[in-house]
Nanobody, 122 residues
Protein backbone atom coordinates (compact mmCIF):
# COMPACT_ATOMS: atom_id res chain seq x y z
CA UNK A 1 0.00 0.00 0.00
CA UNK A 2 1.27 3.46 -0.94
CA UNK A 3 -0.22 6.69 0.35
CA UNK A 4 0.46 9.89 -1.54
CA UNK A 5 0.05 13.48 -0.33
CA UNK A 6 0.54 16.44 -2.64
CA UNK A 7 1.50 19.94 -1.59
CA UNK A 8 2.61 23.23 -3.12
CA UNK A 9 -0.39 24.37 -5.11
CA UNK A 10 -1.68 27.93 -5.01
CA UNK A 11 -2.68 31.02 -6.92
CA UNK A 12 -0.03 32.63 -9.10
CA UNK A 13 0.17 35.03 -12.01
CA UNK A 14 1.04 33.97 -15.53
CA UNK A 15 4.79 33.61 -15.98
CA UNK A 16 5.41 32.60 -12.37
CA UNK A 17 6.84 29.34 -11.06
CA UNK A 18 5.64 26.77 -8.55
CA UNK A 19 7.06 23.54 -7.25
CA UNK A 20 4.70 20.77 -6.31
CA UNK A 21 5.73 17.93 -4.07
CA UNK A 22 4.25 14.52 -3.44
CA UNK A 23 5.24 12.68 -0.28
CA UNK A 24 4.81 8.92 -0.28
CA UNK A 25 4.52 6.46 2.54
CA UNK A 26 5.74 2.89 2.30
CA UNK A 27 9.06 1.16 1.83
CA UNK A 28 8.52 0.38 -1.84
CA UNK A 29 8.53 3.97 -3.13
CA UNK A 30 11.63 3.42 -5.21
CA UNK A 31 10.03 0.56 -7.11
CA UNK A 32 7.28 2.75 -8.55
CA UNK A 33 7.26 4.98 -11.57
CA UNK A 34 5.73 8.18 -10.27
CA UNK A 35 3.35 10.22 -12.38
CA UNK A 36 1.74 13.63 -12.37
CA UNK A 37 -1.66 14.18 -13.92
CA UNK A 38 -3.90 17.22 -13.92
CA UNK A 39 -7.58 17.83 -14.36
CA UNK A 40 -9.17 21.13 -15.27
CA UNK A 41 -12.89 21.74 -14.70
CA UNK A 42 -14.97 19.95 -17.29
CA UNK A 43 -11.98 18.23 -18.85
CA UNK A 44 -10.56 14.75 -18.74
CA UNK A 45 -7.56 13.96 -16.58
CA UNK A 46 -4.38 14.74 -18.53
CA UNK A 47 -0.91 13.24 -18.30
CA UNK A 48 1.73 15.76 -17.24
CA UNK A 49 4.95 13.94 -16.43
CA UNK A 50 6.45 10.72 -15.09
CA UNK A 51 9.74 9.55 -13.64
CA UNK A 52 11.16 6.05 -13.28
CA UNK A 53 11.90 4.46 -9.93
CA UNK A 54 15.60 5.30 -10.09
CA UNK A 55 14.96 8.78 -11.46
CA UNK A 56 17.04 8.03 -14.51
CA UNK A 57 14.23 8.30 -17.02
CA UNK A 58 11.56 10.95 -17.35
CA UNK A 59 8.67 11.67 -19.66
CA UNK A 60 6.79 14.95 -20.07
CA UNK A 61 3.53 15.69 -21.81
CA UNK A 62 3.63 17.83 -24.94
CA UNK A 63 1.72 20.68 -23.35
CA UNK A 64 4.33 21.13 -20.58
CA UNK A 65 7.54 20.07 -22.29
CA UNK A 66 10.25 22.67 -21.78
CA UNK A 67 8.40 24.35 -18.90
CA UNK A 68 7.82 21.58 -16.33
CA UNK A 69 10.38 19.20 -14.88
CA UNK A 70 9.71 16.09 -12.81
CA UNK A 71 12.26 14.83 -10.28
CA UNK A 72 12.39 12.60 -7.23
CA UNK A 73 14.34 12.07 -4.05
CA UNK A 74 14.04 8.45 -2.98
CA UNK A 75 15.76 9.15 0.33
CA UNK A 76 12.86 11.45 1.17
CA UNK A 77 10.16 9.36 -0.55
CA UNK A 78 9.18 12.46 -2.48
CA UNK A 79 8.54 13.35 -6.10
CA UNK A 80 8.51 16.93 -7.36
CA UNK A 81 7.09 18.86 -10.26
CA UNK A 82 8.87 22.13 -11.01
CA UNK A 83 6.56 24.32 -13.05
CA UNK A 84 8.00 27.38 -14.77
CA UNK A 85 6.44 30.00 -17.02
CA UNK A 86 2.96 29.05 -15.90
CA UNK A 87 0.04 29.86 -18.16
CA UNK A 88 -3.67 30.27 -17.40
CA UNK A 89 -4.32 27.00 -19.25
CA UNK A 90 -2.20 25.22 -16.63
CA UNK A 91 -4.96 25.87 -14.09
CA UNK A 92 -6.07 22.49 -12.75
CA UNK A 93 -5.99 20.11 -9.84
CA UNK A 94 -2.66 18.31 -9.97
CA UNK A 95 -2.49 14.70 -8.87
CA UNK A 96 0.39 12.45 -8.01
CA UNK A 97 0.03 8.79 -8.91
CA UNK A 98 2.06 5.59 -8.76
CA UNK A 99 2.31 2.69 -11.18
CA UNK A 100 4.86 -0.05 -11.82
CA UNK A 101 5.86 1.35 -15.19
CA UNK A 102 5.41 4.39 -17.44
CA UNK A 103 1.89 5.07 -18.63
CA UNK A 104 0.15 8.19 -19.86
CA UNK A 105 -3.23 6.59 -19.20
CA UNK A 106 -4.61 7.66 -15.84
CA UNK A 107 -6.75 4.52 -15.69
CA UNK A 108 -3.58 2.42 -15.25
CA UNK A 109 -2.49 4.09 -12.02
CA UNK A 110 -2.52 2.01 -8.84
CA UNK A 111 -2.35 4.72 -6.21
CA UNK A 112 -3.47 8.36 -6.16
CA UNK A 113 -3.08 11.39 -4.00
CA UNK A 114 -6.01 13.71 -3.34
CA UNK A 115 -4.59 16.49 -5.48
CA UNK A 116 -3.49 20.09 -5.08
CA UNK A 117 -5.06 23.04 -6.87
CA UNK A 118 -2.98 25.29 -9.09
CA UNK A 119 -4.62 28.47 -10.34
CA UNK A 120 -2.84 30.72 -12.82
CA UNK A 121 -4.29 34.18 -13.40
CA UNK A 122 -3.70 36.16 -16.57
Amino acid sequence: QVQLVEAGGGLVQAGASLRLSCAASGRTFGSYTMHWFRQAPGKEREFVAAISGSGGNTLHGDSVKGRFTVSRDNAKNTVYLQMNNLKPEDTAVYYCAAFQRFSSNWRDMEYWGKGTLVTVSS
